[in-house]
Nanobody, 128 residues
Framework: LRFSCRVWGGLVQSGGSLKLSCEASGFDFREPFSGHSMGWFRQAPGKEREFVISISSSGRSTYYGDSVKGRFTIARDNAKNAAYLQMSDLQPEDTAIYIC?????????????????WGKGTQVTVSS
């Protein structure tokens, strides 16, 4: 699979918002996009990869890391093979590389080692 990620908003100050999109390609009828859960992990300097958020393959269920509950939301558009991460009330501690992920399971695992596919990552920097 290949991922193409975009950021809307650029650099942001504390309390601001950003939107990330992730378009994935490489699916086929045997392994359709709609059969994969989608999500984001993030990694800050000197820290391990952290689960941020995910959405089930059906789109009916979403899952949140404790640090982003109430601030981040995720959506998917199966017609576009895309997922979207809306981040609000961003804080400096949200600064990290955000990595789009996909998994063949209908619900993505919280553990990074269990996730099937990884994008390259997008830098998000929040200034105080």
């Amino acid at each position: 699979l290949r991922f193409s990620c975009r950021v809307w908003g650029g650099l942001v100050q504390s309390g601001g918002s950003l939107k990330l999109s992730c378009e994935a390609s490489g699916f086929d009828f045997r392994e359709p996009f709609s059969g994969h859960s989608m999500g984001w992990f993030r990694q800050a300097p000197g820290k391990e990869r952290e689960f941020v958020i995910s959405i089930s393959s059906s789109g009916r269920s979403t899952y949140y890391g404790d640090s982003v509950k109430g601030r981040f939301t995720i959506a998917r558009d199966n017609a576009k093979n895309a997922a979207y991460l809306q981040m609000s009330d961003l804080q400096p501690e949200d600064t990290a590389i955000y990595i789009c992920t996909a998994d063949r399971q209908s619900v993505m695992a919280y553990e990074a080692e269990r996730v099937d596919y990884w994008g390259k990552g997008t830098q998000v920097t929040v200034s105080s």
